[in-house]
């Protein structure tokens, strides 16, 4: 006798609910049969032995909890409590609507690890549970089960017959695995299984945060949205597609924010693009969290995937005073896969559930926000090795420009009396049957560079929006070997990397040599005339420049405006359109540190 009815699985006065365990998608139809069928009691796949504690462990919910034990061989056994699993939100329902929950698996020791392969859960949002349950059943219907198996699926048996006595509506929600084995058993009389009736040391416990972000079934992310869709009957929008592109458009958002780095539409479409096909590679419609950072670390690069990893694996519902031991727990404790994915952004490793490996203990924040709280900056600084890095930028622009512009002033012209330069061997040869030889003769250039301004972003801030760049410093140089340097950018203390360590993004600077001779060109009167924030810094380095050039590298010239002020100052701009040079080094010198006073460089090292 089938459990099939009209769409729909039944055996007399029971539903049965088949679910993969940990799957948003199926606590969602748990959701939707438990208020079409309208049970008057809920039984569940849970050993009775472990009853009291999974109800306790529920009324927690949001906050996560552990049910834990001790097995005769001294190895512990954790079973998580997530949203996101159907049965935890049968218990759920039936605890909201105070209906009798019944507990009805077996207490089964050494249980073998089943990593049998299933079908994608995003297929319930397309097909419909019930024909995903029909498939199966057609697929796995000859399949051999484990000895526990049987033995589990005939107490679950027994007890839904005895429970089915009473005439009222069932509602039983249990592992997809079992539905080909209850199908056969239901319709035979079961005996009740011989089995543990009571278990000694079953504790309760609260999971850890940094645990949480890493041996959740699903992505934590995915399972916020779930819980708040629960609590405002939104689950009707519940798409885990959806949800991914959410989470890919705010990493984006907070990736600008702390990087001022925007992904364009290719990036994007490359990303999900990448993420989608190598999901189908695995046999899923949909990528897991590991293919999504993966795929985001492709697209774009290590800080942009941080980001994916920071809000996919941030849920936050937490406290610190949770009332029960709190439980730290790692892959291995739950026999989770160990892929690992290596964020060269801070050097921090993660495996495909995002587990750390060893590396050095850094300081940590006691609570969010405290370094930022704590910095002052009333005596900031830069860190020495970034300094070096930009003065030696600075030279190999200025050697980069001279270059240029002397190329420029070279003319070829025929052989006469003298070889000037050198032979050109092209115009000779594009000549050839003229018989006339061509020569290189260079004009030399008079001066010098004495100022370079380097501009990532304009930041041309539109009437009624914020500046992206809004800090505007000068800073002189400490020493004979430093330039003075004038810059705007990213705040200072608003992205802190470590206690008194914040970094920041240039927007655009100026340097000139030599040093200790600049005034606060932001607040010197003689530049208001300026219209942006990049004119003020070509006019300061005009005006400061001891020598006949400035380079001047930018994503677009100088205006004629800036040309005629260069003039009557006696001075020339050399422009260098900065989609000339390589983006990954302008990426490693715009972005650089503050310090928080001269103290800070003592430790600056072990968090830059």
Same mark, same amino acid.
């Given at each position: 006798?089938?459990?099939?009815?009209?769409?729909?699985?039944?055996?007399?006065?029971?539903?049965?609910?088949?679910?993969?365990?940990?799957?948003?998608?199926?606590?969602?139809?748990?959701?939707?049969?438990?208020?079409?069928?309208?049970?008057?009691?809920?039984?569940?796949?849970?050993?009775?032995?472990?009853?009291?504690?999974?109800?306790?462990?529920?009324?927690?919910?949001?906050?996560?909890?552990?049910?834990?034990?001790?097995?005769?061989?001294?190895?512990?056994?954790?079973?998580?409590?997530?949203?996101?699993?159907?049965?935890?939100?049968?218990?759920?329902?039936?605890?909201?609507?105070?209906?009798?929950?019944?507990?009805?698996?077996?207490?089964?020791?050494?249980?073998?690890?089943?990593?049998?392969?299933?079908?994608?859960?995003?297929?319930?949002?397309?097909?419909?549970?019930?024909?995903?349950?029909?498939?199966?059943?057609?697929?796995?219907?000859?399949?051999?089960?484990?000895?526990?198996?049987?033995?589990?699926?005939?107490?679950?048996?027994?007890?839904?017959?005895?429970?089915?006595?009473?005439?009222?509506?069932?509602?039983?929600?249990?592992?997809?695995?079992?539905?080909?084995?209850?199908?056969?058993?239901?319709?035979?009389?079961?005996?009740?299984?011989?089995?543990?009736?009571?278990?000694?040391?079953?504790?309760?416990?609260?999971?850890?945060?940094?645990?949480?972000?890493?041996?959740?079934?699903?992505?934590?992310?995915?399972?916020?949205?779930?819980?708040?869709?629960?609590?405002?009957?939104?689950?009707?929008?519940?798409?885990?597609?959806?949800?991914?592109?959410?989470? %890919?458009?705010?990493?984006?958002?907070?990736?600008? @924010? /702390?990087?001022? #780095?925007?992904? !364009?539409?290719?990036?994007? *479409? &490359?990303?999900?693009?990448?993420?989608?096909?190598?999901?189908?590679?695995?046999?899923?419609?949909?990528?897991?969290?590991?293919?999504?950072?993966?795929?985001?670390?492709?697209?774009?690069?290590?800080?942009?995937?941080?980001?994916?990893?920071?809000?996919?694996?941030?849920?936050?519902?937490?406290?610190?005073?949770?009332?029960?031991?709190?439980?730290?727990?790692?892959?291995?404790?739950?026999?989770?896969?160990?892929?690992?994915?290596?964020?060269?952004?801070?050097?921090?490793?993660?495996?495909?559930?995002?587990?750390?490996?060893?590396?050095?203990?850094?300081?940590?924040?006691?609570?969010?926000?405290?370094?930022?709280?704590?910095?002052?900056?009333?005596?900031?600084?830069?860190?020495?090795?970034?300094?070096?890095? %930009?003065?030696?930028?600075?030279?190999?622009?200025? @050697? /980069?420009?001279? #270059?240029?512009? !002397?190329?420029?002033?070279? *003319? &070829?012209?025929?052989?006469?009396?003298?070889?000037?330069?050198?032979?050109?061997?092209?115009?000779?040869?594009?000549?050839?049957?003229?018989?006339?030889?061509?020569?290189?003769?260079?004009?030399?250039?008079?001066?010098?560079?004495?100022?370079?301004?380097?501009?990532?972003?304009?930041?041309?801030?539109?009437?009624?929006?914020?500046?992206?760049?809004?800090?505007?410093?000068?800073?002189?140089?400490?020493?004979?070997?430093?330039?003075?340097?004038?810059?705007?950018?990213?705040?200072?203390?608003?992205?802190?990397?470590?206690?008194?360590?914040?970094?920041?993004?240039?927007?655009?600077?100026?340097?000139?040599?030599?040093?200790?001779?600049?005034?606060?060109?932001?607040?010197?009167?003689?530049?208001?005339?300026?219209?942006?924030?990049?004119?003020?810094?070509?006019?300061?380095?005009?005006?400061?420049?001891?020598?006949?050039?400035?380079?001047?590298?930018?994503?677009?010239?100088?205006?004629?405006?800036?040309?005629?002020?260069?003039?009557?100052?006696?001075?020339?701009?050399?422009?260098?359109?900065?989609?000339?040079?390589?983006?990954?080094?302008?990426?490693?010198?715009?972005?650089?540190?503050?310090?928080?006073?001269?103290?800070?460089?003592?430790?600056?090292?072990?968090?830059?």
């Amino acid at each position: 006798m089938t459990l099939i009815r009209k769409n729909r699985i039944e055996w007399q006065n029971v539903r049965l609910v088949p679910i993969l365990h940990n799957r948003m998608e199926f606590a969602t139809e748990v959701r939707r049969q438990f208020e079409e069928f309208r049970p008057d009691r809920v039984a569940v796949e849970y050993p009775d032995t472990l009853g009291d504690k999974i109800l306790q462990g529920v009324k927690r919910l949001p906050l996560l909890s552990v049910v834990y034990y001790e097995d005769k061989d001294g190895a512990f056994t954790y079973l998580l409590l997530e949203p996101t699993d159907g049965q935890v939100e049968a218990v759920r329902m039936a605890l909201s609507k105070g209906l009798p929950i019944h507990f009805i698996d077996r207490d089964t020791s050494g249980y073998p690890l089943d990593y049998s392969p299933m079908p994608d859960p995003y297929a319930v949002k397309t097909i419909g549970h019930f024909l995903y349950s029909q498939a199966y059943l057609k697929v796995r219907q000859n399949h051999t089960s484990f000895p526990e198996d049987t033995l589990r699926e005939k107490t679950v048996a027994y007890h839904l017959q005895r429970l089915s006595r009473k005439g009222e509506r069932i509602l039983f929600v249990g592992g997809l695995s079992h539905l080909p084995g209850l199908q056969d058993l239901l319709n035979q009389p079961q005996t009740q299984v011989i089995g543990r009736r009571k278990r000694e040391g079953v504790g309760l416990a609260h999971l850890h945060k940094e645990s949480s972000q890493e041996i959740l079934s699903e992505i934590p992310h995915l399972a916020a949205a779930y819980e708040r869709a629960r609590s405002s009957d939104g689950m009707d929008k519940m798409d885990r597609l959806k949800i991914i592109g959410q989470l %890919i458009n705010i990493a984006a958002k907070n990736h600008w @924010k /702390k990087n001022k #780095e925007e992904l !364009s539409r290719t990036q994007i *479409r &490359i990303l999900h693009k990448f993420a989608r096909n190598y999901a189908l590679l695995t046999g899923y419609l949909v990528p897991n969290f590991y293919q999504l950072i993966v795929a985001a670390r492709g697209a774009a690069d290590d800080n942009f995937a941080y980001e994916v990893w920071e809000k996919g694996s941030e849920y936050p519902w937490q406290t610190e005073e949770p009332g029960l031991p709190i439980l730290h727990l790692k892959g291995e404790d739950v026999f989770l896969d160990q892929k690992r994915i290596r964020f060269h952004r801070r050097l921090k490793t993660m495996r495909r559930r995002l587990i750390p490996i060893p590396v050095r203990k850094k300081k940590r924040e006691r609570y969010p926000g405290e370094w930022r709280k704590e910095f002052k900056g009333f005596s900031i600084c830069s860190y020495p090795p970034e300094d070096l890095v %930009i003065e030696g930028y600075g030279h190999y622009l200025k @050697k /980069k420009a001279f #270059e240029i512009k !002397s190329e420029e002033n070279s *003319r &070829i012209e025929p052989f006469m009396c003298s070889m000037m330069e050198g032979l050109d061997i092209r115009e000779t040869i594009r000549d050839w049957k003229r018989g006339t030889i061509y020569v290189k003769a260079e004009r030399p250039l008079k001066g010098k560079v004495g100022s370079v301004v380097v501009i990532f972003d304009a930041d041309l801030a539109k009437e009624g929006s914020e500046e992206n760049f809004p800090w505007c410093v000068t800073w002189l140089g400490e020493h004979a070997q430093e330039s003075d340097m004038a810059f705007y950018s990213t705040p200072a203390g608003e992205i802190m990397d470590g206690p008194g360590v914040s970094r920041c993004q240039y927007g655009g600077f100026m340097l000139t040599y030599p040093p200790m001779r600049v005034y606060d060109i932001w607040k010197d009167p003689f530049f208001e005339f300026a219209r942006n924030k990049p004119e003020r810094l070509l006019m300061a380095a005009l005006d400061y420049c001891l020598e006949k050039h400035v380079v001047y590298m930018s994503a677009t010239p100088p205006s004629g405006w800036c040309h005629s002020m260069a003039a009557r100052l006696g001075k020339k701009i050399i422009y260098l359109p900065i989609g000339s040079f390589s983006p990954v080094t302008l990426k490693k010198i715009r972005q650089f540190h503050v310090l928080d006073g001269h103290p800070v460089r003592k430790y600056a090292r072990h968090y830059i």
